[in-house]
């Protein structure tokens, strides 16, 4: 019931001395004559004006949260490039749904294999030595975050690929966790290994311990060379090396008559350009994009796209 002023039954003194409801005001009454004059506002040249306000406290609201995470990341991380973060609630169960279409696979099964990455502790401490000993410590986090790899970790477990080939590896989180993908699945008797190549002669550093060392075979050189030379057809092709599109599409170009029936695309590329869904367009396959939401990062995020 809305509130009134004067009180319920308070009454004015008329001009005749009788009394009368002379101003029956309430605060409804006010919040409806203020509307109204919203509205009527709006409908003006005025209404920019007006409005101003209202969208300069929204900007600074966002802005303000945006200044305070950043200013966090950059006294508490010392990355500079390939940021690692948390995915948000909302983001991963997306994530549990676009590997669950792209498999064909039911959407808990897929759920199971985001929990499953996120629970293997020798990875995770291997990663967490493995940082702490390294030469370039100085540019890498110590707190391991997985971000979208968990979303390639699931889809190599749903394909179960004999050959796994990704272009890109600086420190080799992604290859450590495409590695212990590889790994359960050959304990379920499907074995496979991942080709990782990269220019830079450092890289892959993560990638060097056993067991994980076992089914990972670093390869050093021109990305488009090295696609060239391989000797065994590709179940799962992940781009993640130079983001240059045009780059990005000689690499889907080179690997194209190297491919396994039935084989995967992959692009760590796909909230830049649209060359895998263009690439996908031209050989007949589908193609769906998924782009991640990093929880408590400036960063906006980058995605997965894949052909099939």
Not at 48 to 59: I, T, Y
Request: with cysteine; proline share 6%; glycine share 6%.
């Amino acid at each position: 019931m809305p509130s009134t002023y004067p009180p319920p039954g308070a009454l004015h003194r008329g001009i005749d001395g009788g009394s009368a409801d002379l101003f029956p005001f309430t605060w409804y009454n006010l919040s409806v004559d203020a509307t109204k004059l919203r509205r009527a506002v709006a409908r003006t040249p005025l209404a920019p004006v007006a409005a101003f306000p209202k969208r300069l406290a929204r900007v600074a609201r966002h802005d303000a949260k945006v200044l305070r995470v950043s200013a966090r990341w950059l006294f508490t991380s010392r990355e500079h490039h390939n940021y690692t973060y948390e995915l948000t609630k909302l983001s991963r169960q997306h994530l549990a749904w676009f590997v669950a279409v792209v498999c064909d696979l039911p959407v808990k099964q897929v759920r199971g294999y985001l929990a499953e990455i996120e629970a293997d502790e020798a990875l995770r401490r291997h990663i967490e030595s493995a940082t702490a000993g390294a030469a370039r410590r100085g540019l890498a986090d110590k707190r391991v975050r997985y971000a979208r790899r968990v979303g390639w970790y699931a889809l190599v477990r749903a394909r179960k690929p004999a050959h796994v080939v990704e272009t890109g590896v600086d420190k080799g989180l992604g290859s450590c966790v495409l590695a212990a993908a590889l790994l359960r699945n050959a304990a379920e008797g499907h074995p496979g290994r991942v080709t990782s190549l990269d220019i830079n002669p450092e890289a892959g550093y993560l990638a060097r311990t056993a067991p994980w060392s076992e089914v990972v075979d670093l390869v050093v050189g021109d990305s488009i060379t090295s696609i060239a030379a391989l000797d065994r057809p590709v179940d799962l092709f992940l781009h993640d090396s130079d983001h240059s599109r045009a780059h990005e599409k000689r690499e889907f170009e080179a690997v194209e008559p190297k491919l396994a029936p039935g084989a995967i695309l992959l692009t760590d590329n796909v909230t830049t350009t649209n060359v895998l869904a263009d690439h996908a367009e031209r050989t007949g396959r589908r193609f769906l994009a998924y782009r991640e939401t990093p929880a408590n990062h400036w960063y906006p995020g980058d995605g997965i796209g894949v052909a099939w």
